[in-house]
């Protein structure tokens, strides 16, 4: 297992500790708990840029990647909304988008090629880490709440969009796989029946 992998598991270990701090009364809990949420969102960060810079890009790390992100973010997100910080029915889009991408990347992979990340899918995810970061922090500086409801509002946006990428992106790629398939059903032709006893007598 290469360091990018090892970066992209130990993100997905994060979240429950992430859970457990969003959930826990006490003195600086919320500091702690965007300091561990931006530990993990670095580690995206990272994770990546090692595995340009080693030539350690695999598919595993592929698919593993937007998984930890998608589970880090849903996780952040359902916490938000049992503390009452976020609207359900936002939460709810955001997560059904990462429900959505995850099963298009399923089906592409059972089809052999890999539904990577998109700019759009890219930009979503900075943008749902800074939202998340300034809700989070939105009871110990109230001032901040109306940033983050703009933040939120660029997350759900960016969701529906990058989700329709996707989806236009698998449509196209699966388009095309059936026009490329097509003149081998084309090619196959009866054969002609003396040809035929021809290959017979040759095969004997």
Not at 156 to 173: D, N
Request: aromatic share 8%.
């Amino acid at each position: 297992m290469n360091l990018p992998i090892s970066l992209t598991l130990l993100r997905i270990f994060i979240v429950p500790l992430l859970v457990v701090l969003l959930f826990t009364k006490g003195k600086n809990m919320d500091l702690w708990a965007v300091g561990v949420f931006l530990l993990a969102a670095a580690t995206d960060l990272l994770d990546g840029y090692l595995a340009r810079r080693r030539s350690q890009i695999t598919t595993l790390g592929i698919l593993l990647d937007p998984i930890a992100d998608k589970l880090l973010t849903s996780a952040a997100f359902i916490s938000l909304v049992e503390l009452h910080l976020v609207p359900a029915w936002m939460v709810v889009i955001i997560v059904g988008r990462e429900l959505a991408v995850s099963g298009l990347r399923a089906i592409a992979s059972a089809q052999g090629w890999v539904l990577g990340a998109s700019e759009l899918g890219k930009t979503k995810m900075v943008f749902q880490v800074i939202a998340i970061t300034v809700i989070v922090l939105e009871q110990r500086y109230p001032v901040a709440r109306p940033l983050g409801g703009v933040l939120l509002w660029m997350v759900v946006v960016f969701a529906l969009c990058s989700a329709a990428q996707y989806f236009w992106i698998f449509g196209k790629r699966l388009d095309w796989g059936t026009k490329r398939r097509e003149p081998d059903r084309l090619m196959v032709m009866p054969l002609h029946k003396k040809e035929a006893e021809e290959k017979d007598v040759a095969a004997q």
